[in-house]
Nanobody, 111 residues
Framework: QVHFVESGGGLVQPGGSLRLSCKAL???????MRWYRQAPGKERGFVASITWPAGVTKYGDDVAGRFTVSRGPADNTMYLHMNSLEPEDTAVYYC?????WGQGTQVTVSS
């Protein structure tokens, strides 16, 4: 089982930026890690993913061009850089790998 350490959520005004961090605690290098998000009353949806070691990235349609996923200097660490945030981005953001999920971090975009 993989455990995650997530951080970086908070309250931001529309148009602002946040960076989320996720470290997966695992005994092996994980090939792919993903971010998902879930807003109140909605299903959990895909946000972004990144692979090791190639660093291939993919994005959900709602965030492409505004969000950037990157790898940290240590294995199994990734970031989500969120720019031009909109109220519709308000959600709990989860990192996931190997069928396990983090506890989530709340992002609220509001004036």
């Amino acid at each position: 089982q993989v455990h995650f350490v997530e951080s970086g959520g908070g309250l931001v005004q529309p148009g602002g930026s946040l960076r989320l961090s996720c470290k997966a605690l695992a005994g092996l290098t994980i090939y792919i890690m993903r971010w998902y998000r879930q807003a109140p009353g909605k299903e959990r949806g895909f946000v972004a993913s990144i692979t090791w070691p190639a660093g291939v990235t993919k994005y959900g349609d709602d965030v492409a061009g505004r969000f950037t996923v990157s790898r940290g200097p240590a294995d199994n660490t990734m970031y989500l850089h969120m720019n031009s945030l909109e109220p519709e981005d308000t959600a709990v953001y989860y990192c996931t790998a190997l069928h396990d999920w983090g506890q989530g971090t709340q992002v609220t975009v509001s004036s």
